[in-house]
């Protein structure tokens, strides 16, 4: 299974990033898509979760500014950055809950992460 991050860039506060996330390969449901980002010397942190069914959480740094959506037919997760801050400056990276296929097991994947920077 892969992940692919895409969308980053540089874009100065106030603006808008809408990024991407698409899991690939042997993949028979995700049950849970997330997005989480590391700012420079520091650790990595939870921004936003959507489970199957559609329920959405945002930690309350992003909330009202960011939106968590996906997309089940394309096994796409998308984060939609509005009113963006310099401390929101950080690489993005997208995890997925995969139940493999041909087999009940659950592995969590990560993407390789695609970088955000928001000028001042």
């Known amino acids: 299974v892969q992940l692919q991050a895409s969308g980053g860039g540089l874009v100065q506060a106030g603006g808008s990033l809408r990024l991407s996330c698409a899991a690939s390969g042997s993949i028979s449901s995700i049950n849970v898509m997330a997005w989480y980002r590391q700012a420079p010397g520091k650790q990595r942190e939870y921004v936003a979760i959507v489970i199957g069914g559609g329920t959405t959480n945002h930690a309350d740094s992003v909330k009202g500014r960011f939106t968590i959506s996906r997309d089940n037919a394309k096994n796409t997760v998308y984060l939609q950055m509005n009113s963006l801050k310099p401390e929101d400056t950080a690489v993005y990276y997208c995890?997925?809950?995969?139940?493999?296929?041909?087999?009940?097991?659950?592995?969590?994947?990560w993407g390789k992460g695609t970088l955000v920077t928001v000028s001042s």
């Open positions: 995890n997925a809950r995969v139940v493999v296929r041909n087999t009940r097991d659950q592995y969590d994947f």
